[in-house]
């Protein structure tokens, strides 16, 4: 069956580090994957689609890569702050009509 | 823009009662809306997707005659819990995309339910 996993439940780190976020994926073949953030009580953010054909995309401090061979995506907010704490998602379109969401990553950024 | 809004934000109902949820496209026409619901430190789990004038389609497991969605308006959305129990309550988030395609969607804020 198909499956999204998430590293870990809860992530801490020191603020001005690089967060390191992982989305691992099995019986997929997805065109896209994105990320969102989800703030407690409020629905989600999105924040960067990266295309099958797409090694790596970046935006201000974000970094996302996807390996199709590895069937993995990594997330990277450089020069972390504890505004960026909060929960991420990452998401696979299930065919062209729906997104399946891993269950998320909370990240705490420590001041 | 592409500011995507829920009403309540939210509610308490007693068992066995209807609640209605509103999902609206503030700033752009919604050729599709999803509605997802989330429980605590779980992900969203898609319920059911609807084109404005056709029926929705609902995902495996999820009763359309409890969840009632009509989407009568390319700005509006409605979800319907019908009959409403304890187990109903969660976080219903709706999301809208301008297009046919999911990859492009717009999340709401989330209504919190609580059925007592």
């Known amino acids: 069956s198909q499956k999204i996993e998430q590293n870990s439940e809860a992530l801490n780190i020191q603020e001005g580090k690089t967060a390191t976020l992982t989305c691992n994926y099995t019986n997929y073949s997805p065109a896209y994957l994105q990320w969102y953030r989800q703030d407690p009580g409020r629905g989600p953010v999105f924040l960067l689609l990266i295309r099958e054909n797409e090694k790596e995309k970046r935006k201000e401090r974000l970094k996302v890569t996807f390996d199709t061979t590895l069937k993995q995506s990594l997330f990277h907010i450089t020069a972390s702050q504890p505004a960026d704490s909060a929960t991420y998602l990452c998401?696979?379109?299930?065919?062209?009509?729906?997104?399946?969401f891993g269950s998320g990553t909370r990240l705490q950024v420590q001041p | 823009g592409a500011v995507v809004s829920q009403h309540p934000s939210r509610v308490i109902c007693k068992s066995g009662t209807s609640v209605k949820i509103e999902c609206r496209s503030l700033?752009?026409?919604?050729?599709?809306m999803f509605w997802y619901r989330q429980f605590p430190k779980k992900s969203l789990m898609l319920m059911a997707t609807s084109n404005e004038g056709s029926k929705a389609t609902y995902e495996q497991g999820v009763e359309k005659d409890k969840f009632l969605i009509n989407h009568a308006s390319l700005t509006l959305s409605t979800l319907t819990v019908t009959s409403a129990h304890p187990e109903d309550s969660s976080f219903y988030i709706c999301?809208?995309?301008?297009?046919?395609?999911?990859?492009?969607?717009?999340f709401g804020p989330g209504t919190r339910l609580t059925v007592t």
């Open positions: 700033d752009f026409q919604a050729t599709t």
């Open positions: 998401a696979l379109l299930r065919g062209r009509r729906a997104l399946t």
């Open positions: 999301s809208a995309s301008p297009g046919l395609a999911a990859y492009e969607q717009y």
